[in-house]
């Protein structure tokens, strides 16, 4: 697997699956940033304890409780990152966390709807910009890449319009039209943010064995993470704005 180069990374939803193997492989990197920013929701609780584990052989590793559908709580971890770049900004966002109810459209509601968008939209569209614009300030790599400045959302072929009539045995409505709305938020920051040098990309991580994706899926999270790892370490100015698939294909909108 080729090398990010990003001096720092944060990534959200990290105390299971996905999120927690994407930490993992990045520690055990022969050249692992300088920094890893593990955030959860709740680091202290049962779900945070493998995180921990981590913490107690990287010094390089830094738990940071993030609650997504909290803009005082985005607002304090941002705060807590930036305490420790020391002024050098944030290299590498991977918004992971994310929530997933299957639900039919007769049996939807507005709090199911209205929940699914605060974790999955406004959560990755608040709080640590800032810290990726000053890391992109900062830099001498031309173009944009993960070395730089990157937002990298985790979306789902769920959130492909052109796939719903081979994807709909799951309907999960509140979660295909959240993570449309992510794609198009991503979209949107890879036009506003590109003079900024700030790359923008949305990965769908395949069907995953985790606790969303169930143990019929087709792959490990390790299988995953590493996949995500390696497309990110690809990356350039001609992937911004691009919905690529944990392989690097271009996926269907």
Same mark, same amino acid.
């Given at each position: ?50 995180? $921990?584990?981590?913490?107690? $052989? ?150 995953? $064995? ?39 294909? $271009?996926?269907?909108?």
């Amino acid at each position: 697997m080729a090398g990010l180069g990003a001096r720092s990374v944060l990534v959200t939803g990290a105390n299971r699956g996905i999120g927690l193997e994407t930490v993992r492989q990045l520690l055990s990197k022969a050249d692992s940033p300088q920094w890893v920013f593990a955030c959860s929701r709740e680091p202290d609780g049962e779900r945070g304890q493998e995180l $921990k584990k981590l913490v107690s $052989k990287h010094r390089n590793l830094v738990m940071v409780k993030l609650d997504a559908t909290s803009s005082a709580s985005i607002k304090d971890a941002a705060a807590c990152v930036e305490k420790h770049l020391k002024g050098s900004g944030l290299n590498l966002l991977i918004n992971n966390a994310g929530i997933y109810q299957d639900v039919t459209l007769d049996l939807v509601d507005e709090e199911e709807m209205m929940s699914e968008y605060r974790t999955n939209v406004v959560g990755p569209l608040l709080g640590f910009l800032p810290l990726l614009r000053k890391a992109a300030q900062g830099s001498s790599e031309k173009g944009l890449s993960c070395r730089k400045a990157a937002i990298i959302n985790i979306t789902s072929t769920l959130g492909c319009i052109e796939l719903v009539p081979l994807t709909y045995a799951k309907p999960a409505v509140p979660y295909r039209c959240s993570k449309v709305a992510l794609n198009m938020l991503t979209k949107c920051q890879s036009v506003e943010y590109k003079e900024d040098g700030i790359l923008f990309t949305m990965i769908h991580p395949g069907w995953v $064995k985790t606790e969303m994706g169930g143990q019929q899926a087709d792959l490990t999270v390790a299988e995953s993470a590493q996949g995500i790892l390696d497309v990110l370490s690809k990356l350039s100015k001609e992937h911004n704005g691009a919905f690529l698939s944990w392989k690097g294909d $271009k996926m269907p909108w």
